[in-house]
Nanobody, 127 residues
Framework: QVQLVESGGGLVQAGGSLRLSCAASGRTPSMYAMGWFRQAPGKEREFVAA????????WFADSVKGRFTISRDNAKNTVYLQMNSLKPEDTAVYYC????????????????????WGKGTLVTVSS
């Protein structure tokens, strides 16, 4: 089993920044891609960003390109989501997920069949 724990969510004004972290523990396998998804109230879960096992390849939803970056520290089994220029429409619960032996681009394709999910962290952007 792998446990994913997100942190870093909170309340921020529009235009501000937040950095989310997701720490993996348990039987963390090698060669797994990691990603971030979000779900706003009344909406379906959507893809945000993903990063390959090596960190060389990343993939972003169009809605966050140029504003969000994703990175990982494999020594710490942690993935980060740096969110800049936040907008009220970025308000959602953000979930971390992992999938073994896949690409960052593939993680962004529905139906988002991940191996493990975190419980989420709430991000609220006020206007």
């Amino acid at each position: 089993q792998v446990q994913l724990v997100e942190s870093g969510g909170g309340l921020v004004q529009a235009g501000g920044s937040l950095r989310l972290s997701c720490a993996a523990s348990g039987r963390t396998p090698s060669m797994y891609a990691m990603g971030w998804f979000r779900q706003a109230p009344g909406k379906e879960r959507e893809f945000v960003a993903a990063i390959s096992w090596t960190g060389v390849s990343t993939w972003f939803a169009d809605s966050v390109k140029g504003r969000f970056t994703i990175s990982r520290d494999n020594a710490k089994n942690t993935v980060y989501l740096q969110m800049n220029s936040l907008k009220p429409e970025d308000t959602a619960v953000y979930y971390c997920a992992t999938r073994w032996r896949t690409t960052a681009q593939a993680m962004g394709s529905p139906p988002y069949d991940m191996d493990y999910w975190g419980k989420g962290t709430l991000v609220t952007v006020s206007s």
